[in-house]
Each structure stands twice: as structure tokens, then as C-alpha cells.
């Protein structure tokens, strides 16, 4: 995600228009964001992943 994050930041600064636009590299990392999120979402909801106890 860093990575994605800092090709995006060279792209924009050279603008290059025979490079690729910069919102492909800042789709690719809200993307890897996604899956991780969904991820952790499914491990936890299938009880691979433990949760913290409610302090109710």
C-alpha cells in the first residue's frame, strides 16, 4: 500500500502523459485496503481470528 501510495506521488509530480494516470495506483491501494478489511471481517466472523470480550 506505501508503495502504490509513493508511485502515485511520482506520477503526479512528473506528469508524464505517456505514464499511467495516478488514480491507478491510488485505486490499487484502496483495493488491497478493501480485501484486507474483508479479511479480517470474515476471520472474525468465523472465529478464527478472537475478539475481545464485551467489558458488559
Same mark, same amino acid.
Given at each position: 500500500?506505501? @508503495?502504490?501510495? @509513493?508511485?502515485? $506521488? @511520482? ?12 488514480? *491507478?495506483? $491510488?485505486?490499487? *491501494?484502496?483495493? #488491497? ?5 474483508? $479479511? $479480517? #471481517? #470474515?476471520?472474525? &466472523? &468465523? ?6 470480550? *464485551?467489558?458488559?
Amino acid at each position: 500500500m506505501v @508503495f502504490n501510495l @509513493f508511485r502515485a $506521488l @511520482f506520477v503526479m509530480l512528473r506528469n508524464d502523459p505517456n505514464k499511467p494516470p495516478m488514480t *491507478r495506483y $491510488l485505486g490499487k *491501494r484502496v483495493g #488491497i485496503a478493501a480485501l484486507v478489511l474483508l $479479511l $479480517l #471481517i #470474515i476471520a472474525a &466472523s &468465523s472465529g478464527l481470528m478472537p475478539l475481545n470480550p *464485551r467489558p458488559y
